[in-house]
């Protein structure tokens, strides 16, 4: 009965199995895998460094020059001990030799089973929905800010330079559906390095420009080892939720757990295997996403002190010169076109897998169709894969568009899905696949871990509903900001 509920392209197996033609094939019938951990760590990073690692230096600011950093340590810790045990649950039973399961819903079901998977699918495509369209918003805020940048560089950094995001959404928009044509991960290869190679430019762009700014004397600024002052810079009360807010930002930004089972189902059979390839994807990915996030964050509060602004490249912390930070914002946009492929394609492929096996004789549905693309050779095309993603490309640009304090939300999607994903189903997985005892010291300190981190997401939760609030009372429909 098990086997029937499976993928229903496992039935081309048998039909792989006899003779060389086995050595193109997997041993689930699929076509040979040929990821690395060179391309999984490009994916991860890709996922990981979004532009959010240039508000880190605001998140220091609330924080302080102790507690800051050590969050900062103390998530990246948290995040790599739970990827690793994710990692090992790709198959099941064994590691190495079992069954393999290619999305986060399949793993968990494999091994917890009953109303967590419906839980496990709700946070997952739920918090990769409210990326993708988090991401069509921050792409034209950078795009946006390259235009103001060239506006102030012309006229002087007091004119007002309201340029709406509208276009630039319909651009980004347009892009996407072009790029959604690309069937599955397994083609993102490419897109990953060139996103990944431009979140390394943009921070570090980020961090020099900080650099410059905190050797070069000018203004003073404050820094203090425990962040913004009550009674100064702000309120009590204020001082709680944006140190809630933070604490909740830096937890967050190191989150790829709603996509690491699509990315080790790209890696090739061992040796060695897939689980290995993808703890060291993950130690290099968590590592170079730790290294840049210190950087920008703690060089950034030293530039910036107390002050610093929520992003220092779209928020014009600087405005000169005007071509750098005109060619980091563009990397900002690049690399997100690359990071909204990457977050979406598990809902692409969730919905077009539940679709063949409803609908297996539907030629909509499952035909392929080869079309020669000049200068590109042969390119398959399938027609639910247009319709539906383009439509689904669509309805993301017309929401951020509608809401463009989206942002604000997306904090609140973050907090609910942070536990049950990264840390809550990992950490059980793995009770359940080694059988640790109840009330044994692993199995207490592992609860004691997800209880923390689930407090972690209470207290974010409650500064992004604060913070959307504040953005709600702020909201000025149909004005370029």
């Known amino acids: 009965m098990e086997k029937k509920k499976s993928m229903s392209v496992e039935k081309s197996y048998t039909d792989h199995e006899i003779g060389d033609t086995n050595k193109n094939f997997d041993d689930d019938g699929r076509e040979k895998r040929s990821g690395t951990w060179m391309t999984g760590s490009a994916h991860i990073i890709t996922a990981v460094i979004g532009s959010g690692v240039l508000s880190l230096a605001w998140a220091i600011a609330q924080l302080g020059w102790v507690a800051g950093p050590a969050v900062l340590m103390a998530f990246s810790f948290i995040t790599y001990f739970t990827s690793t045990k994710l990692a090992d649950c790709y198959r099941s039973p064994d590691p190495v030799t079992g069954k393999r399961n290619y999305t986060y819903m399949e793993v968990v079901r494999s091994y917890l089973g009953g109303r967590k998977v419906q839980l496990c699918g709700l946070a997952q495509y739920g918090n990769l929905i409210g990326i993708t369209i988090g991401y069509t918003i921050t792409a034209s805020i950078s795009m946006v800010a390259v235009k103001r940048s060239n506006c102030f560089h012309k006229n002087g950094h007091n004119v007002k330079c309201a340029t709406s995001n509208t276009p630039f959404m319909i651009v980004f928009a347009i892009i996407q559906i072009i790029l959604s044509q690309i069937p599955n991960f397994h083609n993102l290869s490419w897109l990953s390095i060139l996103a990944a190679v431009m979140s390394f430019c943009y921070a570090s762009i980020g961090v020099g420009l900080s650099i410059a700014k905190a050797a070069g004397g000018g203004e003073h600024v404050r820094t203090t080892l425990t962040g913004v002052t009550v009674g100064i810079d702000v309120s009590g009360a204020e001082k709680v939720w944006r140190t809630f807010q933070a604490i909740g930002d830096i937890a967050f930004a190191y989150a790829y757990s709603t996509v690491l089972i699509e990315i080790q189902d790209t890696l090739k059979a061992g040796p060695p295997s897939e689980n290995k390839a993808m703890k060291r994807a993950s130690l290099v990915g968590v590592s170079t996403t730790t290294f840049f996030y ?26 000169e010169p005007f071509w750098l930070i005109d060619f980091a914002n563009v990397c900002i946009a690049v690399h997100l076109v690359g990071a909204y492929q990457v977050f979406c394609q598990p809902i692409f492929q969730f919905v077009e897998s539940q679709s063949a096996k409803r609908w297996p004789d539907n030629k909509f549905i499952t035909g392929e169709y080869k079309i020669h693309v000049p200068c590109c050779g042969e390119f398959s095309i399938n027609f639910l894969r247009l319709v539906w993603r383009t439509s689904y490309v669509v309805v993301t640009a017309v929401v951020a568009m509608i809401f463009p304090f989206f942002n604000d939300f997306l904090g609140l999607i973050g907090a609910a899905s942070f536990w049950p994903l990264t840390v809550y189903f990992p950490i059980e997985m793995h009770i359940a696949q080694k059988k640790i005892p109840k009330f044994s010291f692993t199995w207490t300190w592992l609860k004691i871990l997800s209880w923390a981190c689930f407090v972690v997401s209470i207290v974010a939760a409650a500064g992004s509903v604060q913070g959307l609030i504040t953005s709600l009372k702020d909201f000025k429909p149909f004005q370029a900001p």
């Open 294 to 319: 210190m950087l920008c964050g703690c060089v950034g509060y030293a530039a910036f002190g107390n002050d610093a602004p929520g992003n220092f490249l779209t928020g014009f912390g600087f405005y």
